[in-house]
């Protein structure tokens, strides 16, 4: 949630931060600011609404020529989305610009404390308060910024990133954070602030990660990171092995579209270099001892939306190779019901951003616990796999699009090679059922490039039942958490009533919502496998088609069973049962796309949502 960005350099600082702001567009937002430094004095325009708003307010009320600025668009919390909430929030002597990301929990105590002492706010946001704060910390410091946020920092409770600057020093903008993202680019004769690399990517792919309670100033030519007490911190660096192109649209009219059709190459860069020449599995990132992972009894895996999906996923593979049982757990509830998890047990965080709050605090509560931790992450150097004991990186590359699509094919591939890999460490598997199942997970780019080209039907259909109130999504085994997956899409898309079963429990109540035309999405599993779930299914099929369901079947290539019950047939290449997630999904996905454009909605910013939510 919330895109931040602060620019110190020689460039126009307005032009660097808008063009910053758009590129994080995607995160979510319902407001949008900058402020920049010129002449002693701070010039702020901001604006409700999308970010055109603001840039239609710059073309008839533009700002001076700046070198400092700093910019923010605001997914409300406190305070509905109005200008006068949006971002930057200014002191009341308009010496100091503040940007924040998160929620201040502490802020009402602080407000009133404030406006005893006759400071008048002009928001209803938690946000405001660190503005003033500053500002009376500053005359307190003789004008110290990276001195004032700290000790304004060290008031705060919550989870917050703080983005200031300060109109008495020009050419210094200062951050902070805490349970929040912020990293730092590295530029030459110029440095940057960004809540996502993307912000900066187009000016340098050299970046610095800030650790938990850290403060940084950035000048042109300096890089400082200390912690809230003021002792220097050595930040670690990092290269990002992508460049400004691979987040944008690249001919495609979405970016959905366009990370739709990168699933290939993304589920091929997630497998490269971990394959030895010898077929045994060689994960570099996984940094726990195997003499650990033999003694592991249990592995949980915690996750939310999507990436929960890819954990039901995974369950049943890593439990079919190791035999080791394994529990996957909404991360937003976690913690709360007291988890028996200890130093037995394998704790896996799955998370795009790496920065998913609920994740991360369920992943603090899991190590609390003695717990060993592992996270699976598209995002090099977020805080989640920072504070995990090993990482497993996707390499799916930037996804814009608020609904993830890429993340969760390479997310299962993660998933299938931390099983195998426990499969090979406590020797539940032979090195030729392992060398099998990587050929086949080494195939799948190109069984998923298969569904690419066969999807014009899947639209055509999306087109077709446009007007339908509800669709539901039935599966078994691994077909059901991709049915939850594909609902999920429905609801995130084209805003539309949509539920994912378990096949087995339509007859335990939501029958009940089967009614004449309603379409009701089936995947169908390989009658090459396990027969008794195609035949199950089956069954399934025939009691929604008698009470006038439009039955759709995702069944695999020579599957003619299915004809004789379904309406519609979308067909996949046939792959081995744990491999039809892989492939199963992108039809579901290309529906949820198409359905959404026909109605005319905003695919790649769906309302309400946000990219990464970096609030608990």
């Given at each position: 949630?919330?895109g931040?960005?602060g620019?110190v ?5 307005l ?13 979510g937002?319902d ?6 430094i010129a002449d ?5 325009r ?6 055109v708003n603001?840039?239609?307010l710059l073309g008839?009320d533009?700002?001076p020529?700046?070198t400092?600025?700093?910019?923010h668009?605001?997914?409300a919390t ?8 949006a971002?930057?929030?200014?002191s009341e002597d308009g010496r100091v610009?503040?940007?924040h990301?998160?929620i ?7 407000r009133a404390?404030?406006?005893?002492i ?5 928001s209803d ?5 660190a503005?003033h704060?500053?500002?009376a910390e500053l005359?307190r410091t ?10 304004v920092?060290?008031r705060?409770?919550?989870?917050f990133?703080?983005?200031a600057?300060?109109r008495a ?7 902070a954070?805490?349970?929040?993202p912020?990293?730092?680019?590295v530029g030459d004769g ?6 996502d690399?993307?912000a900066f990517i187009?000016?340098?792919?050299e970046?610095?990660?800030l650790g938990q309670d850290q403060v940084v100033?950035?000048t ?16 670690t ?6 460049d400004a192109?691979?987040?944008e649209?690249g ?5 959905m579209l366009k ?7 993304a589920v ?8 030895t ?5 060689q994960?570099?990132?996984?940094r726990?001892?195997?003499?650990v992972l033999r ?8 996750a939310?939306?999507?990436?929960a999906?890819?954990?039901?996923v ?6 079919h190779?190791?035999r ?6 909404l991360?937003s509830?976690?913690?709360?019901r007291d988890p ?8 896996i965080?799955?998370s ?5 709050m609920?994740?991360l605090m369920?992943?603090?509560h ?5 717990a ?11 805080t989640?796999?920072r504070?995990?004991?090993a990482?497993l990186y996707t390499?799916?590359g930037?996804e814009?699009?608020?609904?993830s ?6 997310q299962?591939?993660a998933?299938?090679?931390?099983g195998l890999?426990?499969?090979q460490?406590r020797g ?7 060398r099998?199942?990587?050929d086949?997970l080494?195939?799948m780019p190109?069984?998923v490039d298969?569904?690419?080209?066969t ?6 259909l999306?087109r077709e039942l446009?007007?339908a ?7 078994r085994?691994?077909g059901?958490?991709v049915?939850?997956?594909g609902?999920?899409k ?5 805003y539309?009533?949509?539920e ?6 339509l007859?335990h109540?939501p029958i009940a919502?089967?009614?004449d035309g309603?379409?009701v999405?089936?995947?169908v599993?390989s ?13 399934n099929?025939q009691?929604v088609?008698?009470r006038g369901?439009v039955?759709?079947?995702?069944a695999?290539?020579?599957d ?11 067909r ?8 039809q997630p892989?492939v199963?999904t992108?039809?579901l996905?290309?529906?949820a796309?198409?359905m ?15 990219k990464?939510v970096?609030?608990?």
């Amino acid at each position: 949630m919330c895109g931040i960005v602060g620019y110190v350099g020689q460039k126009q600082a307005l032009e660097v931060v808008v063009a910053g702001l758009r590129r994080l567009e995607y995160r979510g937002y319902d407001s949008a600011g900058v402020a920049v430094i010129a002449d002693g004095t701070l010039a702020v325009r901001k604006r409700a609404g999308k970010l055109v708003n603001l840039e239609t307010l710059l073309g008839s009320d533009p700002m001076p020529d700046s070198t400092t600025g700093i910019g923010h668009t605001r997914w409300a919390t406190h305070g509905g989305p109005t200008d006068r909430n949006a971002h930057p929030h200014v002191s009341e002597d308009g010496r100091v610009a503040v940007i924040h990301n998160g929620i201040i929990e502490n802020f009402a105590l602080l407000r009133a404390e404030l406006e005893a002492i006759g400071v008048t706010l002009s928001s209803d946001t938690d946000s405001e308060v660190a503005a003033h704060l500053l500002s009376a910390e500053l005359v307190r410091t003789d004008g110290d910024l990276p001195e004032a946020m700290r000790r304004v920092c060290r008031r705060l409770e919550g989870a917050f990133t703080l983005l200031a600057i300060d109109r008495a020093t020009p050419d210094l903008v200062v951050g902070a954070r805490r349970n929040s993202p912020l990293v730092v680019g590295v530029g030459d004769g110029e440095n940057f602030l960004a809540s996502d690399v993307a912000a900066f990517i187009e000016h340098t792919r050299e970046a610095l990660e800030l650790g938990q309670d850290q403060v940084v100033a950035i000048t042109p030519d300096a890089v400082v990171v200390t912690d809230f007490d003021g002792q220097p911190v050595d930040a670690t660096v990092f290269h990002v092995d992508w460049d400004a192109s691979a987040a944008e649209k690249g001919g495609y009219d979405l970016f959905m579209l366009k990370e739709i059709a990168e699933q290939p190459k993304a589920v091929a860069d997630s497998l490269r270099g971990r394959i030895t020449a010898g077929h045994r599995l060689q994960l570099d990132e996984m940094r726990i001892d195997e003499s650990v992972l033999r003694e592991v009894s249990k592995v949980v895996v915690i996750a939310c939306g999507t990436a929960a999906h890819a954990g039901m996923v995974a369950k049943y593979a890593i439990e079919h190779w190791t035999r080791i049982p394994v529990e996957v757990e909404l991360a937003s509830e976690f913690r709360y019901r007291d988890p028996i998890v200890g130093p037995d047990s394998l704790v896996i965080a799955i998370s795009q951003s790496g920065e998913t709050m609920d994740t991360l605090m369920a992943l603090r509560h899991a190590k609390s616990q003695g717990a060993r931790t592992l996270a699976i992450c598209n995002t090099v150097g977020s805080t989640i796999p920072r504070e995990s004991d090993a990482v497993l990186y996707t390499y799916a590359g930037p996804e814009v699009a608020v609904a993830s699509t890429k993340a969760f094919l390479t997310q299962i591939v993660a998933a299938y090679l931390i099983g195998l890999y426990l499969g090979q460490v406590r020797g539940t598997m032979f090195e030729d059922e392992i060398r099998r199942i990587l050929d086949e997970l080494a195939d799948m780019p190109r069984r998923v490039d298969l569904v690419l080209d066969t999807t014009e039907p899947v639209r055509a259909l999306a087109r077709e039942l446009v007007a339908a109130p509800s669709v539901l999504f039935l599966g078994r085994h691994v077909g059901y958490p991709v049915a939850l997956e594909g609902a999920l899409k429905l609801k995130e898309l084209a805003y539309m009533h949509a539920e994912g079963f378990a096949a087995g429990e339509l007859k335990h109540g939501p029958i009940a919502l089967i009614e004449d035309g309603v379409p009701v999405v089936v995947v169908v599993p390989s009658p090459r496998g396990r027969a008794v779930l195609h035949d199950k299914i089956m069954s399934n099929v025939q009691e929604v088609r008698a009470r006038g369901a439009v039955v759709i079947a995702i069944a695999e290539e020579g599957d003619e069973a299915v004809a004789a019950f379904a309406d519609h047939i979308i067909r996949i290449p046939a792959v081995p049962t744990l491999m039809q997630p892989l492939v199963a999904t992108v039809p579901l996905q290309v529906f949820a796309c198409e359905m959404a454009t026909a109605r005319g909605l905003d695919v790649d910013q769906p309302r309400n949502l946000a990219k990464s939510v970096t609030v608990e």
